[in-house]
């Protein structure tokens, strides 16, 4: 299995652009999430599913947005990057359930400049 | 906004030595869980201690949970240069599920050889 897998590993972007983060899990996982980790800061909660066709926001949801139509794939949508949306972007996938191991991807770097 | 903070902010020892990681947390939780990111790299999960526990092991790692005080420690025995990593606690909230995870802000270890 490869698990989660995230790309593009980098991007620049200027401000106003737009660009989807590639998300992608083969372990047939009912939930997927998307976190951002800023410097000294843990990560928060951008947006999760619980399946297919099912999306909510979590923490910090302004200027994205998500889709889930298939179990497997759960992009995330830059509307017009901001500076403030420079960031190191995780998705992480995990079976339904409150006790099941999480998974993360390795990253997606991203700079707005 | 951030629901564990972990303390200290950094760590650093010598090879052979244990670490002892604290978190505490603000509300009532179902799960604490404890992640490791090495840098540039995902999170990968380590341990989960339910709400009903308080102590648990995994190898070289012990989770105590005291929710009266609502907090967490991780102990590292023998520590590696290997180990050498940030660590956050993430919590699932009561009534929540595994995707909303709530971490902190992380304790960077540095195990010296």
């Known amino acids: 299995n490869a698990g989660v897998t995230q790309t593009p590993k980098f991007q620049v972007l200027k401000t106003g652009q737009s660009m989807t983060l590639q998300c992608a899990q083969d372990?047939?996982?009912?939930?997927m999430s998307w976190y951002r980790q800023d410097p000294g800061m843990g990560l928060r909660l951008i947006h999760y599913s619980v399946g297919a066709g099912i999306t909510d926001q979590g923490e910090v949801p302004n200027g994205y947005n998500v889709s889930r139509s298939t179990t497997e794939d759960f992009p995330l949508r830059l509307l017009s990057a901001a500076p403030s949306q420079t960031s190191v972007y995780f998705c992480a996938s995990s079976y339904a359930g409150q006790e099941h191991s999480v998974y993360f991807g390795p990253g997606t770097r991203l700079l707005v400049l | 906004s951030q629901q564990g903070e972990e303390d200290p902010q950094a760590l650093s020892i010598q090879e052979g030595e244990n670490a002892t990681m604290n978190c505490s947390y603000k509300t009532s939780i179902n799960n604490l869980q404890w992640y490791r990111q090495n840098s540039g790299r995902g999170l990968v999960h380590l341990i989960l201690i339910r709400s009903n526990e308080r102590e648990k092991h995994s190898g070289r790692l012990r989770v105590t949970l005291d929710t009266s005080k609502k907090s967490s420690s991780l102990l590292i025995t023998a520590s590696r240069a290997a180990d050498t990593a940030s660590y956050f606690c993430?919590?699932?909230?009561?009534?929540?599920?595994?995707?909303?995870?709530?971490f902190g802000k992380g304790t960077l270890l540095t195990v010296n050889p």
């Open positions: 993430a919590t699932v909230n009561s009534g929540g599920s595994n995707y909303k995870l709530t």
């Open positions: 372990m047939n996982h009912e939930y």
